[in-house]
Protein backbone atom coordinates (compact mmCIF):
# COMPACT_ATOMS: atom_id res chain seq x y z
CA UNK A 1 0.00 0.00 0.00
CA UNK A 2 3.08 2.46 1.45
CA UNK A 3 4.46 1.41 -2.29
CA UNK A 4 1.62 2.60 -4.60
CA UNK A 5 0.91 5.92 -2.45
CA UNK A 6 4.81 6.49 -3.54
CA UNK A 7 4.90 5.81 -6.88
CA UNK A 8 1.56 7.38 -7.17
CA UNK A 9 3.35 10.69 -5.49
CA UNK A 10 6.33 10.60 -7.66
CA UNK A 11 3.67 10.37 -11.10
CA UNK A 12 2.51 13.03 -9.95
CA UNK A 13 5.76 14.93 -9.33
CA UNK A 14 6.81 13.66 -12.65
CA UNK A 15 3.42 14.88 -14.40
CA UNK A 16 3.92 18.38 -13.12
CA UNK A 17 7.59 18.74 -13.80
CA UNK A 18 6.81 18.02 -17.32
CA UNK A 19 4.03 20.46 -17.23
CA UNK A 20 6.61 23.07 -15.29
CA UNK A 21 9.18 22.09 -18.10
CA UNK A 22 6.96 22.84 -20.63
CA UNK A 23 5.56 26.46 -19.54
CA UNK A 24 6.84 28.59 -17.06
CA UNK A 25 10.63 27.01 -16.51
CA UNK A 26 11.95 26.91 -20.03
CA UNK A 27 14.39 29.06 -19.53
CA UNK A 28 15.77 27.91 -16.36
CA UNK A 29 14.94 24.83 -15.92
CA UNK A 30 16.73 23.71 -12.71
CA UNK A 31 14.38 25.86 -10.76
CA UNK A 32 12.02 22.79 -11.90
CA UNK A 33 12.48 19.79 -9.17
CA UNK A 34 12.05 22.11 -6.24
CA UNK A 35 9.08 23.97 -7.14
CA UNK A 36 7.49 20.41 -8.52
CA UNK A 37 8.56 18.84 -4.85
CA UNK A 38 6.16 21.58 -3.10
CA UNK A 39 3.59 21.66 -5.38
CA UNK A 40 2.73 17.59 -5.34
CA UNK A 41 3.45 18.25 -1.55
CA UNK A 42 0.60 20.82 -1.52
CA UNK A 43 -2.26 18.88 -3.75
CA UNK A 44 -1.26 15.88 -1.49
CA UNK A 45 -2.02 17.67 1.79
CA UNK A 46 -5.17 19.33 -0.38
CA UNK A 47 -6.37 16.20 -1.26
CA UNK A 48 -6.21 14.59 2.45
CA UNK A 49 -7.95 18.15 3.48
CA UNK A 50 -10.95 17.44 1.23
CA UNK A 51 -11.38 14.13 1.91
CA UNK A 52 -11.34 14.66 5.83
CA UNK A 53 -13.65 17.72 4.95
CA UNK A 54 -16.06 15.06 3.14
CA UNK A 55 -15.78 12.27 5.67
CA UNK A 56 -16.59 14.89 8.55
CA UNK A 57 -19.58 16.27 6.65
CA UNK A 58 -20.45 12.58 5.51
CA UNK A 59 -20.62 11.65 9.19
CA UNK A 60 -22.93 13.95 10.13
CA UNK A 61 -25.66 13.68 7.18
CA UNK A 62 -25.54 10.03 8.16
CA UNK A 63 -26.01 10.87 11.85
CA UNK A 64 -29.17 13.07 10.68
CA UNK A 65 -30.28 10.24 8.24
CA UNK A 66 -30.31 7.74 11.81
CA UNK A 67 -31.86 10.34 13.20
CA UNK A 68 -34.81 10.78 11.46
CA UNK A 69 -34.75 6.92 11.03
CA UNK A 70 -35.32 6.11 14.70
CA UNK A 71 -37.39 9.08 15.20
CA UNK A 72 -39.87 7.84 11.97
CA UNK A 73 -39.87 4.19 13.54
CA UNK A 74 -40.91 5.75 17.27
CA UNK A 75 -43.52 7.85 15.36
CA UNK A 76 -45.01 4.78 13.52
CA UNK A 77 -44.93 2.73 16.11
CA UNK A 78 -46.84 5.19 17.91
CA UNK A 79 -49.62 6.02 15.64
CA UNK A 80 -50.26 1.94 14.61
CA UNK A 81 -50.56 1.21 18.45
CA UNK A 82 -53.41 3.90 18.89
Not at 20 to 36: Q, Y
Request: overall charge positive; charged content about 10%.
Amino acid sequence: MINLIGLAYNGLKWAIESILNMTLFKVSPELVDGFANTIAFLISLTAIYILLVVVSAGKKILGIVILLGWALLVVSMVISAI
